[in-house]
């Protein structure tokens, strides 16, 4: 029995969304990897673990790119040692869309910025360019193209999903320098998910430690196709997808802890701001 983990999970479910995404049946790609159909059943069902050697040929099946088969083998071998999952926050952001489709609670916090499916199109190319001044303008596409498929696939579950988002107010402030224009569309545009069902979003106005950056978690929830807990945080040169279950709950516990003191998004604005300032 194949060990069950994030990883395990990441590319079981790879497997079975790139065969199904180019229409081959079990059999039909057990030719194309030249492996039985009771094979890649086995890898789709986590039965059995996926080799990093085998993924090479996985990938080109799938039509995925060299540097995603890269990525895949890269958390393959990160499985076999026991170690987080590291790589870019760019490579790691396929682990994390792909929690966000299948995943039943997902809680997501930002002290900086507002989290990647919630950004507006104009946010993106003013905010995000801002903190990646070096960015091509082919990337910064890429990048929005990448955020709106997070978006939709979000979007469109139906299996009844929790999702928090929690946001320092630090983006909000930075939101309002940069236009009064800009800022009240982000943040109807914030309001508009929260009335979604499933859907809660605060803006957590008390300061926190400069080491609590960015992070989220994703559990299994109700959902039957999800995988093991695990957190995905970033660094300054880095990301990880970390697995300990005893690192998952000190994340939680700051979960917990904030969550409690944030203002829900519809009660946040020029009201709320007032009132704290009286």
Known sequence: MAKRDSGWWFLKTMIRKGRIEVAMSQREFGDAVDRSKETIHAWETGKTDISAHSIGNIAKACGLSEEISEYMKSVARARKSGMPIEATARLNALFVALAEEYYGDVFKWDPHLIPGPLQTER?????ILKTEPTASESRLRSGWKFKSQ?????GSR???????FLIGEAAMIQLRRESEELYQEQLAYLREWAARPGVEIRILTEPVRSGEGMFSIYKPGESELAGPPFV?????????CIDDLDRIASYDDFRKTKWKLAIRIEDYGDDYRCDRMA
């Open 150 to 154: 997070r978006r939709k696939a979000i």
């Open 232 to 240: 995905y945080t970033e660094g300054h040169d880095s990301s990880w």
């Open 123 to 127: 946010y993106h190319f003013i905010v």
């Open 158 to 164: 139906t299996d009844g999903p929790v999702f928090q």
